[in-house]
């Protein structure tokens, strides 16, 4: 069976199920007798390996396996749930999310058998505990393996730098920087393996060598490393005046660098294997009988780089398969209801189309038809486009699902208790958007979680709770989605980001003095600028604020960070959503249409005008025993109400915060799900109006700001 | 055509669209008109500018609407049959819809043909009249619509407004 064509929905499911996973799991560490939870992770587990197995995974298929035998234990009541098994079942998750992922790349689930995994399963099973000891041994077996590889390496006298090949560009070039009398090094690089942006790593190496001398070749190509197609290493041939020595500090100062092993290029031996090869090829040409030896001599040579790709494929899980991407389509799940609304209008459109040919091709061709038909299909199609946007709108939800259980392994290797609270999971955003936005997210909330939270210990003093806070909050304000990430911690502390500024050059100790603290705050978005103390495996700001606020700018957004010393800081993303898309309440005031966002309203009143008291030359109503302000919409809008003065009112009551307060309106049309269109600067003197909307009949209704009313 | 092509020395030939205010003719550089619609329902945008005048859809699009008259204080628009939205692209790349009485023609002139105003004659419009085209038909003012900005519009009304007050005072 080919089932290639079912690879996206194979690896859409799994992530699904995986998500799912991690969430039961999680909530099962909470509440160990949750027997539905139990029952969820069962079925998730038991669909899994079902997939795998369908689509000949054999070992993620084992692994799976395992994993639900133990949860079919658990479900039996022969197994009670405790932490050691809720933290072998996240490994196991891990090692699960590694095979999809690199069946997403290579669409080959590789050849880690995990074995030390679905060993520690099934001693779950047969009622061992000693989970420190396998946690340790999985770890030490781990640390060995690149020790080994390095051993080897050694023993064979052989860098990881010397298998780069050089094509004859390159070796001439190097010939020419040889005899200009430059030193030409071999270099190789091994990041962390905890580093999450290696490819912005990877580019301060490349930046912090180019200052110095000049990258003539790097493997994997420089294009590859910046879009991160590479394991944990990489090697490079520098030509510089500089020395070893230099290079290697260089390379050092970039944080998240595990290694780096520098030597000196011969150009002259790779150069004699070069001529080796090719005098072969010549031989070759002379006599047949040479020709064999020198046909096997370059089949090796070309069997060689791919059998080293392999290799590295096999053991790096994240490589790519050398030959080609394997396209996998990116699918976005669709509500039914939306495409039914699209389906409907492409009927309309056909309709409209043959009334146009019908309207065209009639002997009394009247133009007013054909204009009017005109005018249904632009309609149409104006829907048709709102319609397609929509289905390209999904929650933020998506993203942020990971992040509970990534603040869970924070709480364990920080040894911090925090909480992470996360709200508006619901806000739809584009669908490119909510895929980018992940990694800026996620290095926030690490920052928050590293270095924005204190130790247990720090927060009893400080007298705050010992459990510190971190939450995440994603809202629409107007046109934009707004993401905030923060902490109570201990927040920035300016005087500390400015000396260190002046220490590292970036501005001058006068400078310093003249910066206002807003601007010093500033200054941690520059490239490689970090305040940590210790720069730890979990994140080292500086390199990493850098890149969110380079990915955000690239999403036409823009960060902002409120802090408080010792109170904590907030980071502020703020999005453009030119396709949003909110629930609001169509109203009529003096004959225009308004929009009012549904989620800033609290109740609609019905109010008799004999029930408006005067309070402070205000106009007010008693709802419920608390006094609310009235505003008259017609007059903050500049427009003759066409309601009688003594009939009742129709009174929207909205919250701003802890406030609230009640818009007279003349009536109400009804809700609407309404496309958020963005006024542009030339509108934007009217701060009562959020953005507009184009309604179903092509119209325009302006979208009311109630922040800014109230 | 009516451009003045018996002249020696060849300029850029530009085109222009010759919209009528009142009885006054203006030329708009054809390269940056998007679109020219007929008068259509505006939706109004509370508290703005004067000459702001709303709102309309385009292709999808919210596109400000701006009554050209307001701008330059002539009297306000009456629209009939013959009104015509003109939709302009910034240079910013926005679009911006300018009200006129009616649009005449096409009109290709030799960029020698044009004078160029000099600031303190364009005062009166603005900072957008750029030069003045002659042709056979007579007189055709050139505006520059596609730079003009706002910030200037309103400074321009501010000091008016200063100037009314100091009167007043």
Redesign the interface.
Known sequence: MDVGQYLGVFLDESKEHLQGLNDNIMALEQDPANEDCINEIFRAAHSLKGMAGTMGYKRMQELTHHMEDVFSDVRAGQIKVNGDMIDTLFKCLDALQAYVDLISETQDEGTEENLDIIKALSDIRSGKSGGDGRDKSAEAKKEEAPAEEKKEAEASGEAPWKSIKLNDSVRSALVEAKEQGKNIYGVTVNIQESCILKAARAFLVFKGIEDVGEISVSDPSTQDIEDEKFDLSFNMIVTTDESKEKISEIINHVSEIESVDVGDFDLDSEAADADKASEGAQGAAASEETAAVAKADVKSEEAEPKAAAAGGNAAAQGGKKPAGKPAIARTVRVDIDKLDVLMNLVSELIIAKNSLISAATSEKAESGNVNEQIEYLESVT?NL??SVMKVRMVPLESTLQKFPRMIRDLNRSLGKKMELTMTGEDTEMDRTVVDEIGDPLMHLLRNSADHGLETPEERIAAGKPEVGQIFLRAYQDGNNVVIEVGDDGRGIDVESVKKRAIERGVITPEQGEAMSEKAIIGLLFNAGFSTAKVVSEISGRGVGLDVVKSKVESLNGEVDVRTKLGEGSTWIIRLPMTLAIIQALMVKVGG?TYAIPLDSIQIIEDVAPDEIKLVQNREVINLRGSVTPLIRLSK????ESNQPEDANMVVVIVKKGEQQAGLVIDEMLGQLEIVI???????S?????SG?T?LGD?????ILDTNALV | MNDLSDKESAGELIQYIVIRLGEEQFGIDIRFVDNIVRMQQITRVPKVQHYLKGVINIRGEIVPVMSLRLIMDMNADEYTGKTRIIIVKMTGGDLIGFIVDQVDHVLTLDSNNIERVHRDDSKKHGEFLSGVGKYEGGLVSILDLNTLELESLESRDKERDKQLLSIAD
Request: charged share 30%.
């Open positions: 104006t486009h709102e225009e903050s809008l500049e427009i269109k963005p006024l542009g600067k030339y509108t003197k009217c701060k009562f109006i507009a184009i092509g119209e325009i209704a302006l």
